[in-house]
């Protein structure tokens, strides 16, 4: 059989033969091995064969069964990783009959695409391809697990004494990039990476795989092979990562090969009887079973109750909470059951709900929304997280067994009351006088100097370093349609703006951004004129957005990589109280790991290009937006 692909020459004994790659190195594995093998070994095959007892074989075939339920395990991780939302059942089953028939013919992603795209009509041929690579990919990082653990208890002697080491080395790196990096840009295209919960599950996975294929080979090999689970295998493992190695159809020709160099106790004859039964029961009837189940696609499933859409206005337009118009920017979603609609984010390894429900939900509706965020972060191996929850939320997931931590201060003032009166307010008098003497004024912008704002934006990032978003948000002019902007000018020149999401109830401070010149008091100029207009609009409350908290972890690791004394000093200035904001996550750990996480993705804010691009790879519609997610984080005015 020749492939119009890379021709090997090699001498054989009727002179030169040409055979193709990936054939090639099988042929090549497979000439060494007749050299290797004792004469008349294929004679007695079938009389070995026939000795193999009927619980020899069915012991095989549960082992084998055992194996495929892991393989097909991989792809139900990787639907609920790309969002697909088609049923377990149905990614369990195309995903063994891909591997299947991959396994036996080779070309392992194309053939593997190709059967999940025939068997699951509702799959594109890009998303079947994904699944394919992902599997591809992730069961190599899981082999290195795998084999890693196996060889720290192989006997001596059978691999280097620095190779477990290294294994278990190239595992832990591959988790810590995808923890680090958890999207990829490759030109124009933007991949999500699996989480580290799916990592793991996968690397558990294939260790189950593995054990399960290797105690199959060794069911099936004949009785008084002096040969225990225990020695065999670590060799069936290294023969199997020889087959992966070579992209030999069913690794034929590498994988006997290494087990003919590594197993010299076993006969010739038995061992070869062993390799082909193991080809029967592993590769041949799961390859025809699969074949079969080509003749039509699968049936479709029940679909999950659970419903996941792009966020909408109409989202922000209800009885929610005015910061909740953060949203707009981060990239968020929502995921919905019944009446509880959660505003979610996926900065790599969490499902972070950002505030709490989009509705005042009540002590049931509270426990609803956080059973929801679990049940669904469950499904795609992420971890939940709820950031900046009020005290009533941290209340009830402390009932629930939850985490809470203390993580800023959101700083609260009554637009009604307020009055810049007496000693407490001296401060933001003298400010505004600066201002006033220098000849600025302030006014609500009906039409954006953009332009100009743009310039502002721009020398004050030059000044104070890239802007985070989430709760200080990031210049865009569609971002800012929302909002209630202020203007401050001197002399007719723009020299600072501050803007305002808007709620029902409650409004709060996003933006404040001033010139390298701007006369002092600038800002405290707009938003006091930002408190003025809320009061005229009925506004119960305004928020000028958080400050970290005072005592506890957080406020320590603020103190120390994020001084925010003047900031603090800018807020208090106009009486603003503190009301605590929690983070809430399962566990002690799980609450750490995403403040980790989701302080990793505040520090790269992506790009306008990646985050339309990123939204397309996670099958959310691109934003006219800045995609970023951010911390309360001190900055001085």
Request: proline share 6%.
């Amino acid at each position: 059989m020749t492939s119009p692909g890379l021709h090997i020459a090699m001498p054989g004994a009727g002179g030169w033969v040409r055979v193709a790659a990936p054939f090639g190195l099988g042929a090549i594995c497979i000439w060494i091995l007749a050299g290797q093998i004792e004469d008349g070994a294929f004679a007695g095959l079938g009389a070995v064969m026939a000795q193999l007892s009927a619980w020899q074989w069915l012991g095989a075939l549960l082992a084998t069964a055992a194996s495929f339920a892991a393989l097909g395990q991989y792809d139900v991780i990787l639907h609920r990783h790309l969002r697909t939302d088609l049923p377990s059942a149905q990614a369990r089953i195309s995903g063994a009959a891909a591997i299947a028939i991959g396994q036996t013919v080779g070309l392992g992603v194309i053939s593997g695409a190709l059967v999940r795209w025939r068997l699951l009509p509702g799959l594109s041929l890009v998303q079947a391809t994904k699944l394919a690579t992902g599997v591809a990919v992730t069961f190599l990082i899981g082999l290195s697990f795998a084999l890693g653990l196996v060889a720290l208890f192989a006997p001596r002697g059978l691999f280097p004494p620095a190779l477990p080491a290294l294994l278990i080395l190239v595992f832990g790196v591959s988790g810590l990039l995808v923890f680090l990096h958890p999207r990829i840009r490759l030109r124009a295209l933007t991949l999500r990476m699996p989480s580290l919960g799916a990592l793991g599950a996968i690397a558990g996975l294939t260790l189950i795989d593995t054990l399960g294929a290797a105690l199959a080979l060794w069911y099936l090999m004949p009785d008084g092979m002096a040969v225990s689970f225990a020695a065999l295998l670590p060799i069936y493992m290294i023969a199997l990562g020889a087959a992966l190695l070579s992209g030999t159809p069913g690794g034929l020709g590498p994988f006997e090969l290494v087990l003919v160099a590594l197993l010299p106790q076993v006969p010739d004859t038995e061992l070869l009887c062993a390799i082909v039964a193991f080809r029967l029961v592993y590769y041949a009837l799961p390859a025809v079973l699969a074949g079969a189940l080509l003749m039509r696609p699968l049936r479709a499933g029940a679909r999950p109750g659970t419903i996941r859409r792009p966020l909408s206005e109409a989202d922000l337009s209800g009885p929610c909470m005015a910061e909740a118009g953060l949203c707009r920017q981060s990239g968020a979603e929502i995921v919905a059951l019944g009446t509880v609609r959660l505003p979610v984010i996926r900065p790599g390894q969490t499902l972070c709900l950002l505030f709490g429900p989009l509705a005042a939900p009540g002590a049931a509706g509270s426990r609803n929304a956080l059973t929801l965020l679990r049940r669904h972060a469950g499904q795609e191996s992420l971890v939940p997280l709820v950031y900046k929850a009020d005290a009533r939320l941290a209340a009830t997931a402390r009932r629930l067994g939850w985490r809470a931590l203390h993580v800023a201060d959101d700083m609260v003032l009554h637009p009604a009351g307020f009055r810049p009166e007496g000693r407490a307010y001296r401060q933001l008098r003298r400010k505004l006088r600066r201002a006033d003497q220098s000849g600025v004024s302030v006014a609500r912008g009906a039409r954006l100097p953009l332009a100009a704002m743009r310039e502002t934006d721009a020398a004050w990032q030059a000044r104070q370093g890239t802007a985070r978003g989430m709760t200080m948000g990031r210049f865009c002019p569609v971002y800012l349609s929302h909002q209630a902007v202020f203007i401050a000018r001197q002399d007719g020149r723009v020299v600072g703006f501050a803007s305002f999401h808007t709620g029902r109830r409650d409004w709060c401070l996003d933006l404040m951004r001033t010139d390298d010149d701007a006369p002092e008091g600038t800002m405290h100029a707009l938003v006091t004129a930002g408190i003025a207009a809320a009061r005229e609009a009925g506004v119960a409350q305004l928020s000028l957005a958080a400050l970290p908290p005072e005592n506890g972890p957080v406020a320590r690791l603020a103190a120390r990589f994020a001084p925010s004394s003047g900031l603090a000093q800018f807020k208090t200035s106009f009486g603003a109280i503190r009301v605590p904001r929690y983070a809430l996550a399962r566990s002690r750990a799980g609450l750490w790991l995403g403040l980790l996480d989701l302080w990793l993705a505040i520090r790269r804010p992506a790009s306008r290009s990646d985050q339309a691009e990123a939204s397309r790879a996670d099958g959310i519609p691109a934003q006219d937006d800045d995609e970023d997610f951010g911390f309360a984080q001190a900055r001085n005015v």
